[in-house]
Structures are given as structure tokens and as C-alpha cells.
């Protein structure tokens, strides 16, 4: 199947800074990408829905000021948690759709983001 | 709006017995279904959806849209078994988003 590739895999950041995360696909050009965020023991959230070349759509609830999303090629989508709080902790996760047209959604291995 | 519901959290069954698990939706339209799962340590994957039919590690799914049921199924659990399963429903707005359902933690005891 493909490939999915998030970066970095595990991050920890003093409260007020700024984090990266990305997600790449590797073998296949998505126009579509998806964030979620997964508290302990619970299901995947979607934050927001990353179309390339256009601006994200955010779920109701999420703050696009806080989590900023840049989807700039076919192949990458970024997104950046802004002045970090503890509470921002959690594990994040993307994934993609072939811009072919599948139906599958293929996930990324998940950040786990911790502020302290 | 669309939800799904797993009734089941944790779900334990022994070697050769078999399992079922449980998944409930709400969807106004015709929604496709999947199921998710999430070995240890490793990323979610696809396990199958209901428009392929198949079956896949000797698991089945049948969409029941007058009980609005996709439940999971297979006859022999084994050990490897063992892992998350989410059930998710794909809407036919233009981007598909997913809405997953809490997941239901299954282990195959020897």
C-alpha cells in the first residue's frame, strides 16, 4: 500500500513555543490531508481537512490561530502548533488520500507531542 | 451528521473462539464503511470496507443498512489478532472525511 511518512514521531517543547509537525506522502501525490488528534484511550478527532493549494477546513472546536496548517504541494502538509501549552499534549496524527480518487485513507505513524 | 458507535471498549476471547465486533452508525446518506486496525506500536491500517466484499485475515463485514450495523467478524481468533479496531464511515461530502468510531480493544488469550 502507500506510504504515509509524519515527522517527527515524538517531540517535547517548553510551554510557548512553536511546533512543526509533517506529513509526507511518499509514492503518491495526495490533494487531500487530514489531521487528528487522539487523547489517551480514546478515538481519532479530525482537527481539520488540508486541501493543497487552498486553505484548511477546520472542524468545529478547533482553533485555526493555535493549529495552523499548510498543505504548499501534492506530496506535504504541515502542521504547526503555536505557543504550545500543556494542555496541547497529545498524539497527532495525519493521513492521506490518493488524489486518484481511492477511497483508502493511508495514515501516518503519529507525533506524540508533549509540552512541558 | 454521522457518528459511530463501538458499544465495546475492551473485548477478551480465547484462541478458536470466535469474535464479533460490535459497530453502530448515523448517516442521512449512503455512507461507506470501514474497519481500522491498529496493531501495537504500529500505525492504523486499512482492514477492509464494505463495497470490496472480501475478507481479509479471515475477518467479514456485512453493512446491515436496516439495522445500521457494520460488524466485524471472524469465526477462529487467533493470538495475532490482538489490537485496536476502529470502525469508520467515509460521508460523501467532496473531501470524505472520516469519522472514527472510540475503538474496541480485542485480545486473543492463548
Known amino acids: 500500500g502507500a506510504v504515509v511518512s509524519q515527522h517527527p514521531s515524538r517531540v517535547i517543547c517548553k510551554s510557548g513555543t512553536s511546533v512543526k509537525i509533517e506529513c509526507r506522502s511518499l509514492?503518491?501525490?495526495?490533494?487531500?490531508m487530514f489531521w487528528y488528534r487522539q487523547f489517551p484511550k480514546q478515538s481519532l478527532m479530525l482537527m481539520a481537512t488540508?486541501?493543497?493549494?487552498?486553505?484548511?477546513?477546520?472542524e468545529q472546536g478547533v482553533e485555526k490561530d493555535k493549529f495552523l496548517i499548510n498543505h504548499a504541494s501534492l506530496t506535504l502538509s504541515t502542521l504547526t502548533v503555536a505557543s504550545a501549552h500543556p494542555e496541547d499534549s497529545s498524539f497527532y496524527i495525519c493521513s492521506a488520500r490518493d488524489g486518484t480518487g481511492g477511497t483508502e485513507a493511508f495514515f501516518g505513524q503519529g507525533t506524540r507531542l508533549t509540552v512541558v | 451528521a454521522q457518528r459511530v458507535t463501538q458499544p465495546e471498549k475492551l473485548l477478551s476471547v480465547f484462541k478458536g473462539a470466535p469474535v464479533e465486533l460490535k459497530c453502530n452508525y448515523s448517516?442521512?446518506?449512503?455512507?461507506?464503511l470501514f474497519w481500522y486496525v491498529q496493531y501495537s506500536r504500529q500505525r492504523l491500517q486499512l482492514l477492509l470496507r464494505h463495497i470490496s466484499r472480501e475478507s481479509i485475515k479471515g475477518f467479514t463485514a456485512d453493512l446491515n443498512k436496516g439495522e445500521t450495523s457494520f460488524h466485524l467478524k471472524k469465526p477462529f481468533a487467533q493470538e495475532e489478532d490482538s489490537a485496536m479496531y476502529y470502525c469508520?464511515?467515509?460521508?460523501?461530502?467532496?473531501?470524505?472525511?472520516?469519522?472514527f468510531g472510540s475503538g474496541t480493544q480485542l485480545t486473543v488469550l492463548p
Open positions: 488540508s486541501n493543497e493549494g487552498s486553505k484548511a477546513t477546520y
Open positions: 448517516y442521512s446518506g449512503s455512507p461507506e
Open positions: 509514492d503518491f501525490q495526495a490533494t487531500t
Open positions: 469508520a464511515l467515509s460521508g460523501m461530502g467532496s473531501a470524505r472525511q472520516l469519522t
